[in-house]
């Protein structure tokens, strides 16, 4: 006999249902919206925040992180908003930047907004607005169903921007979504954002995460990544490392279509507490999607990302290159789930993990599933988890090299074996630049 | 100018090298033949610096200067180069990158400044084209994909740019087919001249056709047991290692 076994909701798990029945009314959207948040908010209350028991969840456990509940992010003052400015990178002439402060959009902070070939609204708006299409999409919901993380964005969201690319769109710039916090204060965000792109559209999406000071801050934000048919859509992420006082978790929507392509590549910096996870659904034929990610972690940092990328139609590439480097005592945790249905013939999956452990104390976990109905597939998995290599190090010591600039050589060399697969140069060199940085702060 | 006294190793607790000496002069080309198994590559890796190579007695000298308490880049810097026997492929890492980090960390350690690109674009081309190093193969991540006699010729491009008081070649003729082994060998005599020591360790007399040696030892079981002109790497490729064999265990 199976007993279910109901555990009780802790204090924050109450408080955090108290808080949604309380903001519910003020929460943008109207009677679709508002079924939307209180289906994931019931979702909520009956499952609590993700624990070691949920098996998604089982390296990361968002309760226990979680303590007690923030006050949730009000709009950023004049203030917060100049210490946003300053981390600005100048903009290009012609080139289109969102940026949200603390979750909330800031207009003059932005720009480029007024193109015929680009839309940009508030994610407010569009709620409010009752766009059915847009939040159809927004709502994505035949991904991360269950996911009770997600769950409280969907109930809690507000903040964040809807941008569209017009169908046959080919733009010259990437289109930039940034998105900064100011820990000056203890505060909780819930921003979710889309990105759509028509048929046939070509384009760059940048998206950046910094957050500045180190009070502490539960950041729980989205992004939908929309491909239509045939589009072509390169994704570069950066998480800029964090203090220790941040919990964050990213989640991924992705919805590819008829042939599109998708080549999305992440560098991820540690601080405190983050699970990235990305949901990935096939809906049609032809496409592809690559998804590469190196993440550098030391200090107490826990990084998680976990993925699930489902084949549901047939004929449909995907690739995944995961690499982490580990210093000190941290803590890096990969899951990464391919699904393939039964229907799905002819999917071709490969996916890699590999790791550099540095630290004594560093951990690595590493769960690569692949759970296959179909039988006429291409698909495979490898998960590496090791030391640098002594023959290389010797080798390049050999040559005149001193041991901490070989090791950062051979390092840079691994993370960038990710970074490689991004198409734009300047990105690349960008990302890669960081990387550099992280490894100097590592030897100093 | 390398001198090698009453040199002990053990590796994993195995006693490898057992009371070697040798010296190699200034402008000495000195071969080391020997037996699969008489310690040949643990004496390159010992005086190259390699962890888990245990010296417990002896010394190495390098112009008069101990290198044994000396990590495997300073040793370089000190003018010691190793080409190995089966150069290490580094994904990711661009040839020309490692070249320029490698020279400019040897500057560094001399004090020197740092080359400035164009200076060195220049000296590696006119390396590379003496070496018959296609353009190619320096755009490429170091060693990947090379073939055998591609990656034997970066060792000999590397020592050239590096300019070493004394090269070790590890093997350099393994792997490597007739017009492999000319380009190689004709590297090496390039480079040969009078402040300059080799220490060619090699398993046949093949290659000493092409590197013609002053001086040849017999290696076998961890010492030298024999030393003698070109000849003598004549008398072993006829004879054969058996009478040493014996002799040393």
Known sequence: MNAVVKRARTEVESALSGAFDALAPQLPGQARVRALRADAAALFASQGLPTRRVEAWHYSDLRAQMKDVLPLAGRPDAGAIAQAQAVLQPVREGQVRAVLVDGYFIEELSAGLVTSDITLRTLDDVLETGDKVAIDILSAKNLGKGDTALALNTAFMRGGVVIDVEPGYHAALPIELVSITIADAPKAIFSRSMVRAGAGATFTLVEKHITLGDARVQKNDALVLFASGRSQVEHSFHRARTGDNEVHVHSLLTIVWEEAKLNSVALVEGGGFLRRQIFARFEAEGAELSLASATLLRGKDHADTTLVVDHANPGNTSREYFKHIVDESATGVFQGKVVVAQHAQKTDGVMKSQTILLGDDAAMYNKPELEIFADDVTCGHGATVGALDPAQLFYAMSRGIPRADAETLLLEAFAGDAIERLSDESLREAMLQRVRDWLKGRVA | ?249
Do not use: C, W
Request: glycine share 12%; no cysteine; proline share 4%.
């Open chain 2, 1 to 249: 100018m390398l001198e090698i006294k009453n040199l002990h190793a053990n590796v994993g607790g195995k006693e490898i090298l057992k009371g070697l000496t040798l010296t190699v002069k200034d402008g000495e080309v000195a071969a080391i033949m020997g037996p699969n198994g008489s310690g040949k590559s643990t004496l390159s890796y010992v005086v190259a610096g390699r962890e888990g190579y245990e010296v417990t007695q002896g010394e190495v000298l390098l112009n008069g200067e101990s290198i044994l308490d000396m990590p495997p880049d300073e040793r370089a810097a000190k003018g010691l180069f190793l080409a190995f026997q089966y150069p290490v492929e580094i994904p990711g890492v661009n040839t020309m990158t490692f070249l320029k980090a490698a020279m400019n960390a040897q500057r560094k350690h001399r004090g020197e400044k740092e080359l400035p690109t164009p200076e060195f674009m220049k000296i590696v081309r006119e390396a590379q084209g003496k070496l018959g190093v296609a353009q190619d193969m320096l755009r490429r991540a170091l060693n990947v994909g090379f073939s055998g006699g591609e990656k034997k010729r970066m060792e000999v491009l590397q020592m050239s740019l590096l300019d070493p008081k004394l090269a070790i070649l590890d093997e350099t003729d393994s792997g490597l087919d007739i017009d492999a082994l000319r380009v190689v060998a004709d590297g090496v005599n390039a480079l040969r001249g009078t402040d300059r020591g080799f220490l060619v360790i090699t398993h046949y007399q093949r290659l000493l056709e092409y590197i013609k040696p002053d001086t040849v030892h017999v290696m076998a079981s961890g010492r030298i047991v024999k030393t003698g002109g070109p000849e003598l790497a004549h008398e072993l490729e006829a004879r054969g290692y058996k009478e040493f064999i014996g002799q040393a265990a």
